[in-house]
């Protein structure tokens, strides 16, 4: 086979949808880094290192890179497709605000019970 040449044996992304799996692993308050992520593809392919980025136009997604010798950055592995890349970006995008709602849910009081003074064990208050 020659070096170059690719072996295709997936189904069609229409056949078989991706199955994308996200856990925040970090999340900055400010600056350009919102987050860190890792995403497992499908239960079979794991990505560590992508980035939740904030600019002027909105959130999107980096993927894990390294600098060449030119000085650029040039992603190790990334999305193929526009819609993929939408579909990626959207999922991490999705768990971010879940992960924060439920860091800012985890201060709140859930009720009175929480608001309950216990007495010292033996002393009545």
Request: charged share 20%; with cysteine.
């Amino acid at each position: 086979m020659a070096k170059n040449q690719a072996v295709s044996g997936q189904k069609s992304a229409e056949t078989s949808p991706m199955k994308i799996d996200v856990k925040i692993g970090s999340i900055m308050p400010s600056g350009a880094i919102r987050a860190t992520a890792s995403v497992n593809l499908n239960d079979c392919f794991a990505i560590r290192g992508v980035r939740l980025l904030e600019s002027e136009k909105g959130m999107y997604i980096g993927m894990p890179s390294y600098k060449a010798g030119n000085g650029e950055y040039k992603d190790i592995c990334f999305p193929v497709t526009a819609e993929f890349r939408k579909q990626l970006q959207e999922s991490v995008i999705e768990a971010y605000e879940q992960s924060l709602t439920q860091t800012q849910n985890a201060g709140i009081p859930n009720g009175p019970k929480d608001n309950m003074q216990m007495a010292p064990a033996g002393q009545a208050m």
